[in-house]
């Protein structure tokens, strides 16, 4: 067998010390440390700080560009750190202004991979868009990036940051107005194939599919059921693509909370997750308890 295969598989096989997966709080830190870095670059490069940009890099970091020419051709164009940070520090008229709409960070121990959404201007002027991959590796120095693969494309560029918390409002809306009227493609369109609804019985927790079975004799009526949504509060996940919220709601019932996820789908959100709970005044809650504990 060959040295090099022998001493591969080898170190596929050498005990490692045991690390415990590291806490909750632990990786928000390291997530906004890894976050920082790349920030240290796009502010550098806007400041056409060479010595900045090349301190966030790794010894031989690589930078690979991905994009489709004129031609329709794909291409893949490889360089190498100095030469960019080189065409940072040379002096340009224009600011080389990146910005970043989004950042979805993964770690696992001494390794980040960091997908980021941009949008390249020249001063004024946009230039093109894509995504950059970060692949970072935290040494003595901290978090340094090892490489960036990046897409380029001057179609469909952001060109401000997306408030998408109107659009998940209007979601909403809509659905509670589709059972309201029994809209059904609308009530069941607006969820994933793989959506989950949990209704107030115990028994009541169905992926889409089996809720739209279920709730047919209620869809053929003029309304399946109204609930009136109020005092909604939506939260965004840092990457964008994801959301969570809560409301109140008036029902046939009294007054429900209703919570959920929801996921971006392309250009459009979709609910993945739905909680609809009834709501006990706590002064009431012993009565509530004798009374669904009576036989």
């Not at 390249?120 to 692949?135: D, P, W």
């Not at 589709?178 to 107030?200: K, N, Q, R």
């Amino acid at each position: 067998m060959p040295k090099i295969f022998t001493f591969f598989l080898l170190g596929l096989f050498t005990p490692l010390a045991s690390q415990a997966a590291p806490p909750a709080d632990s990786l928000l830190v390291e997530e906004a440390a890894v976050i920082k870095v790349i920030q240290q670059l796009f502010d550098g490069m806007r400041a056409s700080d060479s010595s900045s940009v090349r301190a966030v890099f790794e010894s031989g970091a690589t930078l690979t560009s991905i994009f489709v020419n004129p031609k329709g051709e794909p291409q893949r164009r490889p360089g190498g750190i100095d030469a960019f940070v080189t065409s940072i520090g040379t002096p340009h008229d224009e600011v080389y202004d990146e910005k970043i709409w989004s950042y979805d960070v993964q770690i696992d121990g001494r390794m980040a991979v960091a997908w980021t959404e941009y949008t390249f201007y020249l001063g004024e002027k946009m230039s093109h868009c894509g995504v950059n991959a970060f692949t970072l590796f935290k040494g003595t120095e901290g978090w340094k990036i090892t490489d960036i693969n990046d897409t380029r494309t001057r179609r469909n560029c952001r060109t401000e940051p997306i408030d998408s918390k109107p659009q998940i409002d209007s979601l909403m809306n809509r659905w509670h107005r589709a059972a309201a009227v029994a809209d059904e493609e609308t009530f069941f369109g607006s969820m994933t194939p793989d959506a989950i609804y949990l209704g107030t019985d115990d028994t009541e927790r169905w992926q889409r599919d089996e809720m739209r079975k279920w709730s047919t004799k209620y869809f053929e009526r003029e309304s399946a059921w109204a609930f009136t949504p109020h005092s909604r509060q939506v939260y965004l996940y840092k990457d964008g693509q994801m959301a969570w919220f809560e409301e109140k709601l008036q029902t046939w019932m009294g007054p429900c909370r209703g919570s959920g996820v929801v996921q971006r789908v392309g250009k459009k959100w979709k609910i993945v997750h739905y909680n609809l709970a009834v709501t006990v005044p706590n002064d009431k809650v012993k009565a509530f308890i004798e009374l669904i504990e009576k036989p």
